[in-house]
């Protein structure tokens, strides 16, 4: 009896496994998701049938660093891809939500929720400060690995606050916060960098930093040094003794202690004798000044760049005046030398120089018939100029740009047709009589003559007037030498 009651409830218990089994495969669905990727533009997701996409556009959120993206959904038969709205960016942390509320074709519902976190960084090394340093003129910061600049200009943050500036070195693994004004003696600062601070590859700090510090002013002059500069070299200029063989297309960096104010800085730097210069305020450095020479200063001539006391610090500080006596000295470097010029018509040679001017050019009726029918005719203007030994010739474009005709009271008309540049042996052996008295017994050795030959087409307007000749600064030989100075002749025409 007992063995007939167990093999009852053997087989009740064996029909209703079969019941539950039956069931779970009709309860739990079999729509499923089989692969998943992503690239730069969008994430794909490969479900098990065709899903439905409006379900799909519902249940799917995206994030990237915890914050939601925006995006758009596209059905691609039994996959959908996901675009956000910036794409795939590198140095993120994203993650895919799909809830199960999404369907398929056959209205079956996804059969678990899907979640899938992937990373587009390069690097997980944290982000840390090594090392801070504060200065009467600002704090500098270095780190373990290149920052992002405009994270850091975010993050930093110095209360009472200071106007500063920010630039990055050494591949923006330095920050220097350059203080614009003087700090409060006795003021203690709070210097805070938060932690939405990040690197190049979105690495960001633990936590905020932060520090305090107590500041004494400090009444020391601000110390500085000069810098000849000259392509890629850099060599430190003695004060007040000679500094010779310094070449003549070179630049000047003066690099200071302390930051400087801007205020008298034009006035307190010059040239003796005067030399035409610019200087340049380092936007990223504000203790430089960089000056260059907008003229080639001549060789062999002590020149003294003074820098006087005017220049204060923005602690109010006066610089120490300081005198750098230089000389220029490079052969290739030579600035050209407009020495005369030379009128050749076909009855006259007229000579006329700076020193020279206002000769009188008077034009024959012969060659230029004084009447109402004009006669065109030609006249030769010889320059003649002392160029660099190195140096070959005048170049024609400079020459062509740089030496202009005009005249008063439309009293003639010039028209150049012809410019023919002649170097220095043809010059010697062909136009020796227009070799300046002044230079004839000179070393040739020492330089070398150019002429600028320029045919100009004339008509006499028979009118009394003047023509001006300008040569411009900017006339250069072939090596790119400038002419020492503009050059205006006038001549009188009768």
């Keep these: 009896m007992h063995l007939f009651f167990n093999r009852i409830i053997f087989f009740l218990e064996l029909i209703y496994l079969i019941f539950a089994i039956s069931c779970t495969s009709y309860f739990i669905s079999d729509f499923t998701i089989k692969a998943y990727s992503f690239d730069d533009d969008c994430i794909t997701i490969q479900f098990s049938s065709s899903p439905d996409l409006s379900s799909c556009k519902k249940s799917i959120s995206v994030t990237k660093d915890g914050y939601s993206e925006y995006f758009t959904v596209y059905q691609q038969d039994d996959s959908i891809k996901i675009y956000p709205i910036a794409k795939i960016e590198q140095n993120h942390n994203y993650c895919v939500t799909i809830s199960t509320d999404t369907e398929n074709s056959e209205g079956k519902n996804l059969n678990s929720i899907f979640k899938w976190n992937f990373t587009t960084k390069q690097d997980f090394e944290k982000l840390?400060?090594?090392?801070?340093?504060?200065?009467?003129?600002?704090?500098?910061?270095?780190?373990?690995?290149?920052?992002?600049?405009?994270?850091?200009?975010?993050?930093?943050?110095?209360?009472?606050?200071?106007?500063?500036?920010?630039?990055?070195?050494?591949?923006?693994?330095?920050?220097?916060?350059?203080?614009?004004?003087?700090?409060?003696?006795?003021?203690?600062?709070?210097?805070?960098?938060?932690?939405?601070?990040?690197?190049?590859?979105?690495?960001?700090?633990?936590?905020?930093?932060?520090?305090?510090?107590?500041?004494?002013s400090i009444n020391e002059n601000t110390t500085y040094k000069v810098y000849n500069i000259f392509e890629s070299e850099n060599h430190e200029i003695s004060c007040n003794v000679l500094n010779e063989n310094i070449l003549n297309k070179s630049s000047f960096k003066i690099k200071f202690s302390n930051v400087i104010k801007a205020d008298y800085i034009n006035s307190a730097i010059k040239f003796t004798p005067p030399i035409d210069f610019t200087i340049n305020k380092d936007i990223e450095n504000l203790r430089e000044l960089t000056l260059t020479l907008n003229e080639i200063p001549d060789s062999q001539t002590e020149y003294i760049l003074s820098i006087k006391n005017d220049i204060q610090d923005i602690n109010n500080n006066p610089l120490k005046e300081s005198e750098f006596h230089l000389v220029f000295n490079n052969s290739k470097n030579r600035q050209i030398y407009f020495e005369t010029l030379y009128i050749q018509t076909e009855n006259e040679t007229l000579e006329v120089s700076e020193d020279k001017n206002y000769q009188t050019l008077v034009l024959s009726p012969g060659v230029y018939p004084i009447n109402e029918n004009n006669t065109e005719k030609n006249i030769d203007f010889f320059f003649i100029f002392t160029i660099s030994k190195d140096a070959e010739q005048i170049d024609y474009i400079s020459a062509v740009e740089n030496i202009a005709f005009s005249q008063t009271l439309n009293c003639i008309e010039l028209k150049p047709v012809k410019v023919k540049i002649i170097k220095n042996q043809e010059f010697i052996q062909n136009y020796s009589s227009y070799i300046p008295v002044n230079l004839q017994n000179s070393n040739f050795n020492e330089f070398n003559f150019c002429a600028v030959k320029i045919t100009c087409s004339a008509t006499n307007k028979n009118q009394t007037g003047l023509i001006n000749i300008l040569i411009d600064k900017n006339l250069k030989d072939n090596i790119q030498n400038s002419l020492n100075g503009k050059t205006s002749i006038s001549i009188n025409k009768r």
């Excluded at 405009?150 to 591949?171: D, G, H, L």
């Excluded at 916060?177 to 700090?183: G, K, N, S, Y």
């Design 128 to 216: 840390q400060i090594l090392k801070y340093e504060t200065m009467t003129t600002g704090i500098v910061f270095e780190f373990n690995k290149k920052i992002n600049p405009a994270s850091f200009s975010n993050s930093f943050s110095i209360n009472p606050s200071v106007k500063n500036m920010i630039y990055f070195q050494n591949e923006n693994t330095k920050a220097s916060v350059i203080f614009l004004e003087p700090q409060k003696t006795n003021e203690r600062y709070f210097i805070k960098i938060s932690s939405g601070f990040n690197d190049i590859y979105n690495n960001k700090l633990e936590k905020d930093f932060t520090y305090s510090y107590l500041f004494n």
